[in-house]
């Protein structure tokens, strides 16, 4: 993998929920140990065992966003689920890929950047922010 896909979080990503906050910070170092294993050439092996620890996190991060959403009576839920499903059948696609080749590939490496890193980022600026936003007004009606 010939791309230097470096992410981190920042504060372009802080959406003011702590909870979602905490756990986008655990999903983006994730995502950045398997983009590391995929940049150092590891093996097809340890590139699906750190999909492996990504997917596991997404799913979990995933259900305490809906459960949030859920528990404040966020209005757009239905379609930040949808955008959820989507992210979920990336990583299945991710999976498909490794299974095809020996290992990450550039082509790969593209994948990564666009169908995760680009849309888990440009996913937290709006539908993450918008969630926390709702529930931030919801918990203090007098600041609004």
Known sequence: MTYDLNITFDDNL???NETIDTQH??????IQNFVTACQNG???VKAIKMLDYLDEYTDFHFKEEE??????????????????E?????IQELYEYLQEYEGPTDQFSELVQKNVID????????????????IFMKQNPDRC
């Open 14 to 16: 802080v959406t003011g």
């Open 119 to 134: 849309w888990l980022f440009g996913h937290i600026k709006t539908y993450d922010r918008s969630v926390a936003k709702f």
């Open 25 to 30: 910070k655990e999903l983006i170092d994730r």
């Open 86 to 90: 989507e992210f979920k059948k990336t």
């Open 67 to 84: 459960k949030l959403q859920e528990k404040s009576g966020y209005p757009e839920r239905e379609k930040h689920y949808e955008k959820h």
């Open 42 to 44: 590891d093996s097809k």
